[in-house]
DNA sequence: AGCGAACTGGGTACAGTGTTCGCAATATCG
DNA sequence: CGATATTGCGAACACTGTACCCAGTTCGCT
């Protein structure tokens, strides 16, 4: 009989032979500091296994795809919210939850983009979902309604969030700033607007001021999130 | 003088020695194809000139990395969407928008995650952007308040269409069908439940509807849009 | 018309990837 | 005290992107 395929339910290890060296939560954290420090594609196999100091295919012994080991950093990034209480009240609690994910997902830019795939959710993130519901405590809504609105709201943070690093992470792998970056563009943003093929475009460039705003992320971000609170407000019940 | 960086900047060939065999648009029909058909992964250098029947480096005449080779995809992909007509009214107009966009993204599901990064937008793209404003025609609307609403939308887009890739692109990778992968996790589920830990998860994965429905996508992105919509509204003059 | 410059096609090579297989050493159970 | 399960790990395989060449082709200019 092979082992079960969802890695949560597989015994950390044996009791018979030699005690492991590491365990998971020591592969899980080695892939966060690398991927925190030098980006998701400079987490491999052999670059963990340098990190804790063993042989490459001995991470086999913890994991048995590298699949496994991505599972684990999830798990282990959730594992931060831990302590976290919510205000009163389904808006502020909300709120502070679509916070939460956007704070911890600038901490970790290459986590958002590995939400692509069946999550095998481990127990760190169990314990946020349930938190994640309790904000609807005493609201009486019945499984969908709470569903629908939670779908809402992480599918604009999750969006939001990666549409955010997609200038940070391209600096950090590019290695240029915002300014250096535009530079390199020359004149590409002008021929655009020379052109003459996008009115509309070409007026917003000029006009628009967020885009030059230093917080401007922040704002986009809180102004968004107040439109889709307001949004879901409009399709609770009472309220 | 080295070339221009942007792609869109560089002229697509030299006017002097032999016509190139093959021009941009090719390359990237070629990844195209590869990609819809066996996924993001299987797009390598190798695999593009192979299917164009040229050498693998000869590749490096029409793009000079392979992120070029992504861009011009990513371009190739948004003429899809030409020909496209708004209806009247900014409402209309935008849920006409998200659901070509959701209906691109699902056409080609390797695309969404590609969002990441600085973009340098091509022809195609600048041309949808130019459609995109012109929703609020006539409206009056300054520049920021226009990307204001068209960031929240398209971040609650990108967001639940990657959501809904998920479980689409795990199965394709996996060869599993839902079915399948539910028989796999076996014990996983039950155990979560059982384990008292999270009785509000328990109370959702035992009441909820909406996640057995075989058009529960749809109908999450439909209700979804409808409050993102509602929330836009409420901060729009006049409204 | 003829020549040099610019350009295209493509082979070779290199440093890296995830994972399978096999084997020696070791700790526990019956 | 075996028998058995488990760990650590090196070797090997089939891939990846792309820098560096060199030969052959075609245009622009004199």
């Known amino acids: 009989m092979p082992d079960h395929p969802v890695i949560w339910m ?29 980006g998701i594609d400079a987490v491999s196999m052999r670059r963990i296994a340098a990190e804790l100091g063993t042989g490459t295919t001995s991470l086999y012994r913890y994991v048995s795809k590298k699949d496994d080991v991505l599972e684990l950093m999830r798990d282990e990034v959730m594992g931060e919210l831990r302590g976290t209480t919510l205000p009163a009240g389904w808006r502020p609690g909300l709120r502070t939850i679509a916070f939460l994910l956007r704070e911890t997902a600038l901490r970790h830019p290459w986590l958002p983009p590995l939400t692509s795939g069946r999550a095998n959710h481990g127990p760190n993130s169990l314990w946020w979902m349930e938190l994640t519901l309790s ?3 005493g609201m009486d809504l019945d499984a969908d309604e709470m569903l629908a609105a939670l779908t809402t709201l992480s599918a604009f943070v999750l969006g939001h969030v990666l549409a955010e690093l997609g200038d940070r992470e391209a600096a ?9 970056w535009m530079e390199q563009q020359g004149e590409y943003g002008p021929s655009i607007m020379g052109s003459g093929r996008y009115p509309r475009l070409t007026r917003v460039m000029i006009e628009a001021e967020t885009p030059h705003a230093a917080d401007r992320q922040d704002r986009q971000f809180e102004a ?10 409009a399709h609770l019940p009472g309220n």
Chains 1, 2 share one sequence.
């Open 10 to 38: 597989r015994p950390e290890h044996g009791t018979r032979g030699p005690k492991p060296t590491h365990g998971r939560r020591d592969v899980a954290a080695a892939g966060v500091r690398i991927a925190d420090a030098e």
């Open 135 to 137: 904000a609807f405590d």
């Open 172 to 180: 950090r792998r590019t290695g240029l700033t915002h300014e250096q």
């Open 224 to 233: 968004g999130l107040a439109r889709v609170l307001d949004g879901l407000a």
